[in-house]
């Protein structure tokens, strides 16, 4: 039997990888994805951590959390009458896993309607050898004369306090809670565990976040991050900053944790349930690398350059696997960008304009430099802000908690910066990317007609304000 030979071969079936095959396969290329998560009858799960243990199940709990929040603390503001909520928690991991499924089976589609050929398994390099790439593809080897690499990132462990995914939890183990702590531990106050903490919070969990660093949320513009804290901790979020974690220990009981609070004097953690949330490694293992001498950097992340390329001949990587943010976006932004140079196009991919968001309630969420990084680059800006407490959507949501912030170039106007802590910020910032990746001014927003009444006149009002001249506040 002759082996399978195909153009473009993508290992991960992440963000990156599926949409690399994908738009490869658009391009006209014979291609293939391999990716190796299972679901729990062992059959493929593509979509990597992103869809199986990331982004989409974290939101399909937040959002059950959050139904159960309004319910018990905030229908009666709308004369709704509910008595005795209970949460099943049970049949809300029953619905996230429905989620999870319905994003799998909806990638394979795709793989079929695309005629992008899948392999479930783990995919490594075997050799190079003739001008193509041998790889494993599960059981079966198959050549390739390009191979995008997407194998994204695995949780960072803690020293001394290794996942057990049963009393101290990775995102997997926390996603997959079967019942409501009484207390839980967070050790790290990153997007992951800020949001993880809310599921619990909400659901009847006393929350303690222990953090390294002695600022809150330190990426995030100041006054955002000062607002966030100032309502984590109005909700119910315990955040301790500036602690030095010690011996960890886990038995039947739950797990204690010894730290250093921020004045030096010696504390200790009971809890039920651990999530150690301290950012995520880029994943190499069984990539078998050293076969075709794939030169990784000192984390273990695959080098690339500005394009993607890696030091081989038609080899790519994507994601988190590589420099930059570990964000899905980027990673599927990236994948078209690589599958569009292969094709001899010019592929795009602006760092500049890449969206963040945390799925907290508020939500938070911001594209370009934060005021703290243009007064360390010396950069002559002005700044505009308007508060959701004037604006007639979010009053009649019964939201009005946060803020949008604009940050323009002082001579030029043009957009610098966009903070939103807020309601629906993660939908709202997409308006700043687009003025962004245009490079549109405050004014130009400020000019455009916003429909009334909505949340994303705030943005409105923000850009106005950069001119000092907002009209509802």
Known sequence: MSTKQFDVVVIGGGPGGYIAAIRA??????????????????????????????????????????????????????????????????????????VVKQNNDGILYLFKKNKVSFFHGRGSFVAAK????????????????????????????????????VNILSNDGALRI????????????????????????????????????????????????KEAAKL????????????????????????TVAYTDAKGAAQTLAVDKLIISIGRVPNTIGLNAEAVGL???????????????????NVWAVGDVVRGPMLAHKAEEEGVAVAERIAGQHG??????????????????????????????????KAGQFPFLANGRARALGDTNG????????????????????????????????????KASAEDIARICHAHPSLSEATKEAALAVDKRTLNF
């Open 232 to 255: 984590f901790k109005k909700q119910g979020l315990n955040i301790e900053l500036g602690v030095k974690i010690g011996e960890v220990k886990s038995d039947k009981k739950g797990v």
């Open 25 to 98: 396969a658009q391009l006209g290329f014979n291609a293939a994805c391999i990716d190796e998560w299972k679901n729990e009858k062992g059959g493929p799960a593509p979509g990597g951590t992103c869809t199986n243990v990331g982004c989409i199940p974290s939101k399909a709990l937040l959002q059950s959390s959050e139904h159960f929040e309004h319910a018990n603390h905030h229908f009666a503001d709308h004369g709704i009458s509910a008595d005795n909520i209970k949460m099943d928690v049970a049949k809300m991991i029953a619905r996230k896993d429905t």
């Open 295 to 313: 030169k990784l950097d000192e984390r273990g992340a695959i080098e690339v350059d500005g394009d993607c390329k890696t030091n081989l001949t």
């Open 403 to 438: 803020f949008v912030k604009f940050l323009a170039d002082a001579k030029t106007d043009e957009i610098l910066g966009v903070h939103i802590i807020g309601p629906m910020a993660s939908e709202l910032i997409s308006e700043a990317v687009v003025a962004m990746e245009f």
């Open 348 to 381: 795009h991919v602006n760092f500049n304009t890449i969206p963040w968001v945390i799925y907290t309630s508020p939500e938070i969420a911001w594209v370009g430099r934060t005021e703290q990084q243009l007064k360390a680059d010396g950069v002559a800006y």
């Open 178 to 225: 079967g019942a409501v702590p009484k207390k839980l531990g967070v050790i790290g106050s990153g997007v992951i565990g800020l949001e993880m903490g809310s599921v619990w919070r909400r659901l009847g969990a006393e929350v303690t976040v222990l953090e390294g660093l002695p600022t809150f949320l330190g990426a995030v513009d100041e006054s955002v991050a």
């Open 130 to 165: 003739d001008g193509l790439y041998e790889i494993k593809a599960g059981e079966e080897v198959i050549l390739a004369k390009h191979v995008i690499l997407a194998t994204g990132s695995n949780a960072r462990q803690l020293p001394g306090a290794a996942f057990d995914e």
